[in-house]
Antibody, heavy 120, light 107 residues
Framework: EVQVSESGGGLVQPGGSLRLSCATSGFTFSGYAMGWVRQAPGKGLEYVSVISGSGDRTLYRDSVKGRFTVSRDNPENTLYLHMNSLRVEDTALYYC?????????????WGQGTLVTVSS | EIVLTQSPATLSLFPGERATLSCRASQSDTDDLAWYQQRPGQAPRLLIYDVSTRATDIPARFSGSGSGTDFTLTISSLEPEDFAVYYCQQRTRWPFTFGPGTKVDIK
């Protein structure tokens, strides 16, 4: 059974940093691209970043480019999102998103999310 | 960025009725579209990908269609568990984008 579980969220001041983790099991982690999708409270869904199975290709939305870094530890089956220079508008529930077998884009498994709150 | 527009914003129907949800893309070369269902307090769930392919374990009452800029999700006969928010998503061009959602609620 595929399992995806995020951790690392919390309350941080503007300009601060956080590292989100996503522990996975039940599939060959290195064989799948992974991503992060966020949802601000009461709002819709927004793709933040994706990373290839080998980790050699990454994409970021413009609003987080230069501030967020996605990485993965394939032997540990874990995905990360390093977030620096956090802004109030980064406040959201961050979902770890396993991409389908067809590469970047479709999310066939989601975690339950970890809440990031940026506030002074 | 490809902008997706969904209509209507809210659809009020009785159980057993047919639901037709629309998604319109801002660019005509959009050819990769998916639909997700999100129930309150839950993560989204993939329903349809590649415009019309049902994801694993998705009931046959869900179907997707469309091309170019106009796409449709149809639920042939609403079950109680289908009352939720539905999002369309494109992966034709990064950043992959979602529509704002259509809420299907019980009339």
């Amino acid at each position: 059974e595929v399992q995806v579980s995020e951790s690392g969220g919390g309350l941080v001041q503007p300009g601060g940093s956080l590292r989100l983790s996503c522990a996975t099991s039940g599939f060959t982690f290195s064989g799948y691209a992974m991503g992060w999708v966020r949802q601000a409270p009461g709002k819709g869904l927004e793709y933040v970043s994706v990373i290839s199975g080998s980790g050699d290709r990454t994409l970021y939305r413009d609003s987080v480019k230069g501030r967020f870094t996605v990485s993965r530890d394939n032997p540990e089956n874990t995905l990360y999102l390093h977030m620096n220079s956090l802004r109030v508008e980064d406040t959201a529930l961050y979902y770890c998103a396993k991409q389908s077998s067809s590469g970047f884009g479709w999310v066939d498994y989601w975690g339950q999310g970890t809440l990031v709150t940026v506030s002074s | 960025e490809i902008v997706l527009t969904q209509s209507p914003a809210t659809l009020s129907l009785f159980p057993g009725e047919r639901a037709t949800l629309s998604c319109r893309a801002s660019q005509s070369d959009t050819d990769d579209l998916a639909w997700y269902q999100q129930r309150p307090g839950q993560a989204p769930r993939l329903l349809i990908y590649d415009v019309s392919t049902r994801a694993t374990d998705i009931p046959a009452r869900f179907s997707g269609s469309g091309s170019g800029t106009d796409f449709t999700l149809t639920i042939s006969s609403l079950e109680p568990e289908d009352f939720a928010v539905y999002y369309c998503q494109q992966r034709t061009r990064w950043p992959f984008t979602f529509g704002p959602g259509t809420k299907v609620d019980i009339k």
